[in-house]
């Protein structure tokens, strides 16, 4: 395999540069027939290299699949979903002045929630499904076991979870095909396995931090929509809570550029811990709902002490800006 190269100052696309054929044999293979092991993926995660892989055998989920996945002797299992407001994005800022808000907190910006999750009968989030998101948030260890577990079996993924040491979460993300999730990071490693529909991911490299979240902006207080759910089919909100949790890991402003992965069904993408990044599900004709599965690991890079609502500590900033962004040619 040749060496990995620095990654571009133009930021090229990576599904055009890191692509990985994991073929359904015990060996994995690079574009260019390269064995790669099982070894060589912590070692993305070690260089912080995101990497589509392919050929991991992913299953095919019809919605009479998951219909019967989630029905037992008492009916179909509850299910915990965000309600969609019509932008159908997950997250964005407000001013506080529009809330009605407590605090001792000078220039104080909220990250609106679209909503606070609730519990649905799995055949009636299917049939709103246009209104509601399963948006993971652990849900996968939750109450979408029945279908993380599904997935899991499914997949060649033990000798992976070996040598990430892990997972420690597990992520069902189920919704129409019109989502989007705003430019934020997580302090975990992620691996995204795309099962129905195609998703976008829009990223840029962790040392943006200074400029999407300057040492000056103000702080982000989480704040959530109150959501009335008694007619699945017409919600109606209104602003709620704001809470006392500063948020650091999303991005103060919206950025066009960066650079663009498209994942279509069968597809994995190996993203690093603090690589921002911005999801959409995107419109196509092959199902008319966007299926998602992720396992989270603990990164290299990350300590205990940091989360993704922690300001990045020194240490870790430091790393982060002597760290050289591979791709794989």
Same mark, same amino acid.
């Given at each position: 395999?040749?060496? +990995?190269?620095?990654?571009? =100052?133009? /930021?090229? =696309?990576? &599904? ?26 912590? %070692? ?26 989630? @029905? ?12 969609? @407001?019509? %932008? ?12 009605? &808000? ?16 609730? &519990?649905? +009968? ?5 049939? !709103?499904?246009?209104?509601?998101? &399963?948006?993971?948030?652990? !849900?996968?260890?939750? =109450? ?21 040491? $892990? ?29 129905? $529909?195609?998703? *976008?991911?829009?990223?840029? +490299?962790?040392?943006? /931090?200074?400029?999407?979240? +300057?040492?000056? #902006? ?16 017409? /919600?109606?909100?209104?602003? $709620?809570?704001?809470? *006392?949790?500063?948020?650091? !890991? ?15 069904? $069968?597809?994995?993408?190996? /993203? ?14 092959? =199902? ?5 599965? #992720? ?7 990350? *300590? ?15 790393? %982060?800006?002597? #760290? ?6």
């Amino acid at each position: 395999m040749e060496e +990995p190269t620095m990654w571009p =100052s133009s /930021l090229r =696309s990576i &599904a055009e540069r890191s692509t990985l054929i994991w073929e359904t044999s015990p060996n994995m293979f690079g574009s260019h027939g390269e064995r790669i092991s099982p070894s060589q993926l912590s %070692n993305f995660s070690k260089t912080s290299t995101p990497v589509v892989i392919e050929g991991l055998g992913l299953p095919h989920l019809e919605q009479i699949t998951l219909l019967q996945l989630g @029905q037992n002797e008492q009916g179909y299992k509850g299910v915990s979903v965000a309600p969609l @407001q019509d %932008n159908k994005t997950d997250k964005w800022l407000e001013p506080l002045r529009a809330w009605d &808000a407590n605090t001792t907190l000078e220039n104080v910006h909220v990250l609106a929630v679209a909503g606070k999750r609730s &519990a649905l +009968p799995l055949d009636q989030f299917i049939e !709103n499904i246009d209104h509601f998101y &399963a948006d993971g948030a652990g !849900n996968g260890s939750a =109450s979408w076991s029945f279908l993380a577990d599904y997935i899991s079996q499914r997949c060649d993924l033990p000798r992976i979870d070996y040598k990430l040491d $892990g997972p420690i979460e597990k992520h069902i993300w189920l919704g129409p095909c019109a989502t989007r999730s705003r430019l934020h990071y997580d302090a975990v490693d992620t691996l995204f396995c795309q099962l129905e $529909g195609r998703k *976008r991911f829009k990223m840029l +490299p962790p040392d943006e /931090l200074t400029s999407l979240v +300057p040492e000056d #902006s103000p702080p982000l207080l989480k704040a959530y929509y109150d959501c009335d759910v008694t007619d699945p089919s017409c /919600l109606k909100f209104s602003r $709620g809570e704001v809470s *006392r949790e500063i948020v650091w !890991n999303y991005s103060r402003f919206d950025r066009e550029d960066g650079c663009t992965v498209e994942l279509k069904p $069968g597809d994995c993408f190996f /993203l690093p811990a603090y690589w921002w990044h911005q999801v959409d599900a995107l419109p196509h004709e092959e =199902s008319p709902w966007c299926l998602s599965y #992720s396992q989270v690991y603990r990164s290299p890079f990350v *300590r205990c002490k940091e989360t993704a609502t922690s300001r990045p500590s020194d240490e870790l900033r430091l790393v %982060n800006s002597r #760290s050289s962004w591979h791709v794989y040619d």
